[in-house]
């Protein structure tokens, strides 16, 4: 009985993070609409979510019980687009050349600018 | 026969089973990234939709409850940014500066290549979103009038590079810091160089998907912007 209990209000708890999720993101679809901001709804929900969190550390909690399991999972979640993806092998072979370059070259030097910024300046600050 | 194959639920098992069988088979086999469970499962699905000659688009509304899936999940980003919010904040100005040089430089970079050898404008727009975490960058690749189904693949080719390269070449500039390493490694690479990340240590991993988020943020904002030069 009482195990019974428990895993209803689990199963409760991921249903009402799951709308607690949906409702950010339709609030966020709602705030573009209004203000025409050139960002995805779901965008603006992380924001709100974000800094309310950021305030009210239950408040994010609540969204725990799904978000969790959907960061573990969201791999899951790219397959379908990445089944298209493969749909679209020639235009990618069509433009192998500079595709390559555009996308290893930003890459490499994205991440060596990254990790050699942040350090440097990570450093000055622990020694000052 | 048939009926099985064309069921409305055939498509969603089978990417749930492929997502599945190939988790179990990267854990087997010591996580190579090479088999990101991701590109093994992507490859399985096309595979056996072919085979049964079942169309692209009969399979997406089998696994529309997956699509439908990636607005909260977006939203749910917010949980590991809010999680290392105090190391972050203690030091801002750093991340806010890295952010932005490393913005700055790879956009540059990839505009920059394409340009210079004559691609056309769409595949520039497409290559854009890249180091984007794949929600947002559907989202935002749509809003700029991308190519999405190529603008995903190149975002999984940025994140298989993270997880495989990226920490080799990270070793050969010498940057040690596990924060830096972190940070560098989920700007360029997203979920997948955050998922190598996590391996590494848990500061590693926390800094990794907290500069995901940052980065998601100030792509969507900026690439509209950058993508208006080429419309």
């Known amino acids: 009985m009482g195990l019974r209990t428990a895993e209803t209000d689990g199963a409760r708890s991921v249903l009402a993070a799951l709308a607690l999720l949906l409702g950010l993101q339709l609030l966020g679809t709602l705030l573009v609409d209004l203000t025409h901001l050139p960002v995805p709804g779901a965008v603006v929900g992380l924001v709100v979510l974000l800094g309310v969190g950021a305030r009210f550390p239950r408040f994010a909690r609540r969204a725990e019980p799904a978000g969790e399991p959907l960061l573990k999972h969201l791999q899951l979640l790219f397959v379908p687009p990445g089944v298209g993806a493969l749909t679209q092998l020639s235009t990618l072979v069509q433009h192998a050349g500079p595709l390559a370059l555009a996308v290893v070259g930003s890459f490499a030097t994205g991440l060596v600018v990254a990790g050699l910024v942040l350090q440097r300046l990570l450093r000055r600050r622990g020694t000052a | 026969m048939n009926a099985l194959v064309h069921a409305p639920g055939f498509g969603l098992f089978l990417t749930v089973g492929a997502y599945l069988g190939a988790g179990e088979l990267h854990r087997r086999l010591g996580r190579p990234a090479l088999l990101a469970p991701v590109l093994v499962a992507m490859v399985v699905v096309s595979v056996v939709l072919e085979l049964l000659g079942i169309s692209y688009a009969e399979y997406l509304s089998s696994v529309s409850v997956l699509t439908l899936l990636l607005g909260p999940a977006t939203v749910a980003l917010a949980l590991p940014l809010l999680r290392s919010g105090r190391a972050l904040l203690a030091d801002r100005l750093a991340v806010l500066v890295t952010l932005v040089v490393t913005g700055v430089v790879s956009v540059g970079v990839t505009v920059a290549a394409l340009v210079a050898l004559g691609a056309p404008d769409e595949l520039v727009l497409t290559t854009l979103p890249r180091s984007v975490t794949t929600p947002v960058a559907?989202?935002?690749?749509?809003?700029?009038?991308?190519?999405?189904t190529l603008a995903v693949v190149l975002t999984l080719v940025s994140g298989v590079l993270g997880a495989t390269v990226g920490p080799w070449l990270l070793d050969r500039v010498r940057v040690t810091?596990?924060?830096a390493r972190g940070f560098a490694l989920g700007v360029v690479s997203h979920g997948i160089g955050t998922s190598r990340a996590l391996a590494e240590s848990d500061v590693t991993g926390g800094w990794s998907s907290a500069a995901m988020v940052l980065n998601a943020l100030a792509m969507t904002v900026a690439l509209?912007?950058?993508?208006?030069a080429f419309h």
């Open chain 2, 224 to 228: 509209p912007v950058v993508a208006r």
């Open chain 2, 138 to 148: 559907l989202t935002v690749g749509e809003a700029i009038g991308a190519n999405t």
């Open chain 2, 177 to 179: 810091d596990a924060r």
